[in-house]
């Protein structure tokens, strides 16, 4: 059991390029998170999905795009990086059940310059 | 608009000396608070959720009550190894899912 699975764990991009950072859970979680954490601050809710195939958008949704076609994989786009975007990145799932129980991703630190 | 202040930024502690953090919290409908851990470069880790005024829960030297307005996290005789990042955060509202987080504070354990 892995739990929640984030790749690439380090990313430098620079200034208009695209990319997908990958999420994957295995433990047959309904809900699944984005959220950002900039140094020294908490966790911002980019997006988030109830289950495969619903999405919605969190408290910074601008710059990213989300979907949800299986209920293991949650994958996010940015689509024109910018510097702003410099952050650490962590995915997350909870169970229908306990939904405020998240689980947390090792997260993916990425350097737009 | 959901808002979440934790107090202090940063907390010293020496080994074995109580103290607790503070996350007061503005919300229009509370439907959970819960408290998390996060060690440096690591996801934050799930610790408690408290649902309603009066409850209280505890594991190991923590232990976390909640008031309407604020939520206290007591450490009862801290080790080193308690030095961590405890996250507070909301629920509240029709939107399951749509957590709020305050910044955190910093716990440093000396031994």
């Known amino acids: 059991n892995a739990g929640v699975t984030q790749t690439p764990k380090f990313r430098i991009l620079k200034i208009g390029q695209s990319m997908t950072l990958q999420c994957t859970q295995d433990?047959?979680?309904?809900?699944m998170y984005w959220y950002r954490q900039d140094p020294g601050m908490g966790l911002k809710l980019i997006y988030y999905s109830v289950g495969a195939g619903i999405t919605d958008k969190g408290e910074v949704p601008n710059g990213y795009n989300v979907s949800r076609s299986t209920t293991e994989d949650f994958p996010l786009r940015l689509l024109s990086a910018a510097p702003s975007q410099t952050s650490v990145y962590f995915c997350a799932s909870s169970p229908r059940d306990r939904v405020y129980e998240q689980y947390f991703g090792p997260g993916t630190r990425l350097t737009v310059t | 608009e959901d808002q979440v202040t934790q107090s202090p930024e940063a907390l010293r502690l020496q080994e074995g000396e109580s103290s607790s953090l503070n996350c007061s919290y503005t919300?229009?409908?509370?439907?959970?608070l819960f408290w998390y851990r996060q060690d440096p470069g690591k996801g934050p880790e799930f610790l408690f959720t408290?649902?309603?005024a009066g409850e209280e829960k505890e594991k190991e030297r923590l232990k976390a009550t909640l008031t309407k307005k604020e939520s206290f996290l007591h450490i009862t005789a801290p080790k080193p190894e308690d030095s961590a990042t405890y996250l507070c955060?909301?629920?509240?509202?029709?939107?399951?899912?749509?957590?709020?987080f305050g910044d955190g504070t910093t716990l440093t354990v000396k031994p």
């Open positions: 955060a909301v629920q509240a509202g029709t939107n399951a899912g749509k957590s709020t």
């Open positions: 433990m047959n979680h309904n809900y």
């Open positions: 408290l649902y309603s």
């Open positions: 919300v229009s409908g509370l439907r959970g």
